[in-house]
């Protein structure tokens, strides 16, 4: 049989750990699914065209409709007629899950494998490897954080030698902090934590193979098989569950084609269908329309949602570019409690607690703390207060844990489910859900909050330094507006590929439909009741780009200066001031990896601009292929 896929240079073989025998033939098992996944992503942005040409809303689906490429019926699956899975074990109790990516940018194994380490000592429940908008993709880092996964799962001689070291410095921050080490058996702790990996969304292309047909394959497929064929064996053998975060699902019909192609995995490994366990996280607008019908969908491989907060801001501003009524205030304002967010937490809840034939029912994790106990004594005390208390308002909310963006949250945030003692929330009682036009208004409803010069500056200068960070090689970042840097009373918070598109998509959102300021700003000489335009956004950009340049080699490398900085400054301005809202802030990311060059940076998003308007597609291939 000929190959049905291309691996791009050397890297077959640099990579044999990880492109071994199996994991190739499963590839190729799987490579038909690459024709799929591109004419459903097709059909998105097709169907996104039409809500911004016809200002048209989402909506419920019919009730008595069949979800796509199923024969459940809408109605059956929002009753709950359909079969799902038993909660494992490993998965009841998950009070605090860890998230970052398993490896480091152009770095030595034993340096990028630190990750790993400090995640799975971390004493997180959980830890979700990403593969996706926190993990870098220079280069060949896809596979660097594969390989790593696959020997720290096997606990490898490298790993452990590195587990050993790390946490030497892990219970010396605790004892300094803390006033307590967290690790008494470090080798006993590496199995404490629940492995989970979050493979990229069906909307993203790897970097490295091709189909027989010469189309980048959706890296979707690319994860899903690299992690599971290397580690199912080693984490069926410890009685680990094989567990992965699925994103960016906007529909039942995008759940449904993960689900062939969960089920068609497990098929040619010959496990049983249902093996995979997988959480949702629910970061679209339109999968809160449908949350019923895609966990009906996933079936037996379904355990939970989890209300991620930063990318579903970004969808809600995505699906609503077209009103000109819908506009975002200050990023700081738009909290967990806020207007739509509130909703959609509220709708999470409901169907979490819908049983399915089989009397089971599905857990929630809540949302995401991006705060990083570093700084001065009096900004980690007042941040590390609100740590808490978001915790315990999720956790009586419902929520069965939470997650962190740093293994140093992990003992400060643990404790308030510790002290309640409950495993999980499965099966507390709440309203069901229910599918009215009040439902649907809700889920886009704005409510008054600030919107400032102060904001702005926010929302731009960590835009830029984010984008900065991932042509760096880093999509997870510990970053801070730049009239802050030095200033310990103000916290680095964590930031990943969906922090820095909600900011621009914000700015974007306050210059096209006229966002009209609430407060006075000396500064500027901006009145409360003036507009955002044109002229200020060009001069927030000239003097918050001045500090990033001026900046200290700790705030904003030097050497990206004059390399990666001034093309994210090109991508951010481009993507701001474009009357035509585009799709996804990474594609231009994405087509400029390892690029330094401006002029090569212009060209490519010219490119992809032209491309866009024109034919109504994204290019996502990795274009030095």
């Not at 690459?34 to 040409?53: C, D, G, L, S």
């Not at 997870?476 to 918070?493: C, H």
């Not at 964590?494 to 700003?521: C, N, P, Q, Y």
Request: charged share 25%; proline share 4%; no cysteine.
């Amino acid at each position: 049989m000929a190959n049905t896929i291309e691996i791009r240079d050397n890297l077959q073989k640099t990579y044999s750990d990880v492109y071994t025998p199996e994991a190739i033939a499963a590839l190729e098992a799987l490579a038909h699914f690459n024709a799929v996944i591109k004419e459903v992503m097709a059909a998105r942005i097709q169907k996104r065209a039409e809500r911004y040409q016809n200002k048209s809303k989402i909506t419920f689906p019919d009730p008595g409709s069949y979800i796509p490429r199923t024969k459940i019926k809408v109605q059956d699956a929002r009753d709950g007629k359909f079969e799902g899975s038993v909660i494992p074990s490993d998965l009841q109790r998950q009070w605090i899950q860890g998230t970052g990516p398993a490896a480091k940018p152009n770095a030595p194994l034993e340096s990028s494998i630190r990750n790993v380490a400090y995640a799975l000592l971390s004493g997180a429940d959980g830890w979700m490897f990403d593969g996706e908008d926190a993990l870098g993709q220079t280069g060949s880092m896809s596979l660097d954080n594969q390989r790593n996964l696959k020997l720290a799962i096997r606990k490898d001689p490298i790993f452990l030698k590195v587990a050993e070291q790390v946490a030497g410095h892990m219970n010396e921050w605790a004892m300094d902090f803390l006033g307590r080490s967290i690790i008494t058996d470090w080798k006993e702790q590496l199995n404490f934590t629940t492995k989970i990996f979050r493979a990229r969304g069906l909307h993203l292309d790897d970097r490295h193979i091709r189909d027989a047909n010469g189309v980048a394959m959706a890296a979707s497929i690319v994860d899903l098989v690299l992690y599971v064929v290397n580690n199912y064996r080693q984490l069926q053998q410890e009685g680990s569950s094989i567990v992965l975060y699925l994103p960016k699902i906007q529909k039942a019909e995008e759940a449904a084609v993960w689900n062939e192609m969960l089920t068609a995995l497990e098929n040619h490994l010959d496990i049983a269908v249902g093996t995979i366990k997988v959480y949702l996280l629910v970061e679209q607008l339109e999968a809160t329309y449908q949350l019923m019908e895609i966990r009906a969908v996933l079936g037996k491989h379904f355990v939970g949602y989890n209300t991620g907060r930063w990318d579903y801001i970004n969808s809600v501003a995505d699906a609503m570019g077209w009103d000109k009524g819908f506009i975002n205030p200050n990023i700081e304002s738009i909290l967990m409690t806020y207007g739509y967010m509130r909703n959609y937490e509220d709708r999470v809840r409901q169907v979490v607690n819908t049983p399915d034939s089989n009397r089971n029912f599905a857990l929630w994790q809540g949302g995401m703390e991006p705060n990083i106990p570093v700084g001065s004594a009096a900004g980690v005390s007042a941040s590390m207060e609100k740590a808490i208390a978001g915790a315990e308002r999720e956790q009586r909310e419902g929520a069965s844990g939470k997650w962190v963006a740093h293994w140093k949250m992990v003992n400060i945030v643990r404790p308030v489910w510790e002290k309640v003692g409950d495993a999980n929330q499965l099966g507390r009682k709440f309203p069901p859900a229910t599918y009215s036009q009040q439902d649907a208004d809700g889920l886009v409803l704005i409510e008054p909050a600030p919107t400032t010069i102060r904001g702005a500056r926010n929302l731009l200068s960590v835009a830029i330094q984010y984008g900065n960070a991932f042509g760096q090689g880093m999509q997870a970042a510990a970053l801070k507006a730049a009239d802050f840097f030095g200033n310990d009373d103000v916290l680095y918070l964590m930031e990943d590929m969906a922090t820095g598109e909600i900011r621009l998509s914000i700015l974007w959102e306050w210059l096209h439909k006229g966002a009209v300021f609430t407060e006075d700003d000396p500064e500027t000489g901006i009145k409360a009741g003036d507009m955002f335009s044109k002229e200020i956004f060009e001069r927030l950009m000239d003097e918050e780009y001045k500090k990033l340049l001026a900046a200290s080699d700790k705030d904003v490398f030097d050497e990206s200066k004059t390399t990666t900085l001034p093309i994210a400054r090109e991508i951010a301005d481009v993507y701001v001031l474009s009357e035509v809202k585009f799709p996804w802030f990474v594609d231009l990311l994405n087509i400029n990896l390892n690029n330094s060059s401006l002029e090569v940076a212009k060209q490519r998003i010219n490119l992809y601009i032209n491309t866009f308007i024109k034919e109504g597609k994204r290019i996502t291939e990795n274009l030095d292929f």
